[in-house]
Every structure is written in structure tokens, then in C-alpha cells.
Antibody, heavy 121, light 112 residues
Framework: QVQLQESGPGLVKPSQTLSLTCSVS??????????WSWIRQPAGKGLEWIGR???????DYNPSLKSRVSISADTSSHQFSLKLNSVTAADTAVYYC?????????????WGQGILVTVSS | DVVMTQSPLSLSVTLGQPASISCGSS???????????LNWFHQRPGQSPRRLIY???IRDSGVPGRFSGSRSGTDFTLRISRVEAEDVGVYYC?????????FGQGTKVEIK
């Protein structure tokens, strides 16, 4: 059973880079036809898909964040990561990593527990 | 981006009574393979979202049979036949047909 765990700083200063890691246990990053994704949720608000990656395809990013975001994987460490540059208070949110796809049903949809990141000086 | 619009945004339901949540999309969610990638998620307070339904009406493993999904054109509906206490939380529709994948605003369900 795949499990995901987010980690990283809970506090980031404005204009700096938010860096988070998702550790994958119980499965391989490089096997299977599915995506590893990052999704975020500001407090009391809805969900926003940040981006997705798969080992066989280039990463896709939400156009609203594309100029500031990158997602990459370290298969040897069983981790994938999120970097978001030039953060502002609007980037304060709970960040989730997830494994899944568009909803084909061929892949189990799994989410991490989420990590709260606050952007503040 | 595809805009997903849910209604109502909040719902107060008596235990054992049915509940229904609507979700409309700003464009067709039929993918070139003929499938419609419309999902429903449930998020309990303090927890991560959990997918309940994919491809409009197929329940994920372990999802109780009281949950069902349906479609009429670009309008989608999640129904709970008899609400139980564990069903409280926020329900989101999500489309996986067009990138970026997008969610509805969420519908908060509480027990009356």
C-alpha cells in the first residue's frame, strides 16, 4: 500500500522559495502509468492543482503558477519535490502531494496528510 | 481553465435523509477516448480529500453504496441516499479531462 508524506519548512519568507518534499513508501516512483502531483488548499478555501509529473512525461504545471513552479523526482530516494519561487502571502496554504491520474479508475488515488506552509516575514 | 460550479455551497441534512449536490462544468468533460473524467471527493475536517467516485458514477473501492453519481449533459450530481454522521465534511467535484485539472468550490454538508 503506497503512502505519501510531505515534509519541509512550515514558514517561508516573502519573495523566497518554498521547497517541499513528498516521501513515497510502499511503491516505486518510476513504475506505472500515473502522475505524482502537488495540490494546495488555502485555509478555509478550495483545492488548486499545482502540477503533476510522471517518469515518462514532462511535468505539467497550472498556468497560473507556471512561471514560478517546478516539480521533480529523485527516484533513488523515493521522493518527489515541489519548488515555488517568489512566494507571497497568497501562497499560504496546506500543500498536499498525491498519486493518481485523471480519474480513470486504473490507479488508486492516494493523498498525503498535507503540510501547512505559511508565508510571512 | 474549466470552471466547475457547485450548488448548494452548504447543506444541512437530517440523519437518514437523502442529500444531493450538483456540479456544472463550463465545457464538455468528454475526453477524446470517449470517457468523462468527473470525480467526486469528500474531505472531512482536518483530513485530506478522499475520492469517492470517478468517471461520473463509478464508486471507488470501499465507498458505501449510498453514494451515487450521475450526469445530464455538462451537469453532474452526487447523491447520498441516506446521510450518516460520518458523511459530514466538504464535497468537491473535480474534472480530470482538461489540464489544469480543476475542482468545484466545495459543498459543506452538516447534520441538522
Amino acid at each position: 500500500q503506497v503512502q505519501l508524506q510531505e515534509s519541509g519548512p512550515g514558514l517561508v519568507k516573502p519573495s523566497q522559495t518554498l521547497s517541499l518534499t513528498c516521501s513515497v513508501s510502499g511503491g516505486s516512483l518510476s513504475v506505472g502509468n500515473f502522475y505524482w502531483s502537488w495540490i494546495r488548499q488555502p485555509a478555509g478555501k478550495g483545492l488548486e492543482w499545482i502540477g503533476r509529473m510522471s517518469i515518462s512525461e514532462a511535468s505539467d504545471y497550472n498556468p497560473s503558477l507556471k512561471s514560478r513552479v517546478s516539480i521533480s523526482a529523485d527516484t533513488s530516494s523515493h521522493q518527489f519535490s515541489l519548488k515555488l519561487n517568489s512566494v507571497t502571502a497568497a501562497d499560504t496554504a496546506v500543500y498536499y502531494c498525491a498519486k493518481g491520474d485523471s480519474g480513470s479508475g486504473e490507479v488508486e488515488d492516494i493523498w498525503g496528510q498535507g503540510i501547512l506552509v505559511t508565508v510571512s516575514s | 481553465d474549466v470552471v466547475m460550479t457547485q450548488s448548494p455551497l452548504s447543506l444541512s441534512v437530517t440523519l437518514g435523509q437523502p442529500a444531493s449536490i450538483s456540479c456544472g462544468s463550463s465545457q464538455s468533460l468528454v475526453y477524446r477516448d470517449g470517457d468523462t473524467y468527473l470525480n467526486w471527493f469528500h474531505q472531512r475536517p482536518g483530513q485530506s480529500p478522499r475520492r469517492l467516485i470517478y468517471k461520473v458514477s463509478i464508486r471507488d473501492s470501499g465507498v458505501p453504496g449510498r453514494f451515487s453519481g450521475s450526469r445530464s449533459g455538462t451537469d453532474f450530481t452526487l447523491r447520498i441516499s441516506r446521510v450518516e454522521a460520518e458523511d459530514v465534511g466538504v464535497y468537491y467535484c473535480m474534472q480530470g479531462t482538461h489540464w489544469p485539472w480543476t475542482f468545484g468550490q466545495g459543498t459543506k454538508v452538516e447534520i441538522k
